[in-house]
């Protein structure tokens, strides 16, 4: 087996990644075209040629610039079909995929439209690649708090295919704690939480988003890193991080995949795992994230076996269920 074939069907999972981060330029001109909305690109090339960003904020102008073109239930549909297509050509065996409902609903899409097109995909993908899937509402956190409990209000009667809020978007300047509101009324209704924190944010975001927020998972969190007691605590609870290192590389969060620091956090007893964030807009879906550190870092074969292991211990499947997966895992490592 090659390595391209062993990343490629080695059994995971992935934890995060934006459903609207999936969007290829191909599709983005597609359905420009079919909703007559003027991008102001002229070719695919020319997208690609602007995805070079600097920091976490040029990323999200143009993403949110590019979920302009999702207008129709059916553009949900496609989106999310073809995410689940690559996942499946790279045997992601169970993904939990956030979505950014306000970011839609801002433009006068309902939430209906939005969640029936994505989670009819997600039905479809379990029939036909047997991919398990749960979908996690993220409120955007340089919105106020009013407008997250709206989306909030908003999902309640989609709470059955939702089980998990989260929060996303501009992170310095909106620390968790502007959202303890909104979820504590989240967990009141039965919600489980997740949070962006640490991507460029202090560790003192990581903290609020455990004490303030509840969060089973943090996303990203790399920069636990600047603070002995975090990693202490994070080591002690085994709270999963969801990393995402070619999102880092190409949002400056690391200067270069060789001095990214997911290998420390292993090394050290994190549970680590490795995800694509916004694959179309950072060049790689989970396979070639886990390829770009194992030859960035010189992982081996155990360090992969441990983080792909980690991402099924981190969902929020039954222990029967992780347990199934894991032996599938153990089975391919066996090969
Ligand atoms: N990496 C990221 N950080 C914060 N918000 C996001 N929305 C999509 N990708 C994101
Ligand atoms: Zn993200």
New binding site residues.
Partial sequence: MTKNQFFCQIPKAELHI?I??SLEPEMMFALGDRNNIQLPYKSVEEIRAAYNFQN?QS??DL?YAGMSVLQTEQDFYDLTWAYMQKASAQNVRHAEI?F?PQGHTSRGISFETIHRGIYRALQEAKQEFGISSYLIL?FL?HLSAESAMEALEQALPYKDTIPAVGL????VGNPPSKFQKVFDKAREKGFRTVA?AG?EGPPEYIWEAINLLGVSRI??GVRCIDDPKLLEYLIEKQIPLTV?PL?NIK?CVFDSMAKHNIKQLLDMGLCVTVNS??PS?FGGYVAENLQEIESALNLSRQDIYKLVKNSFQATFLSVEEKQTRIAELDEFMMK
């Fill in positions: 934006h609207e981060g976490l990323f999200l993403y956030f950014d993220c956190r996303d978007s501009s992170e962006h991507e996303d990203h995402c999102s949002l964030d916004d807009y």
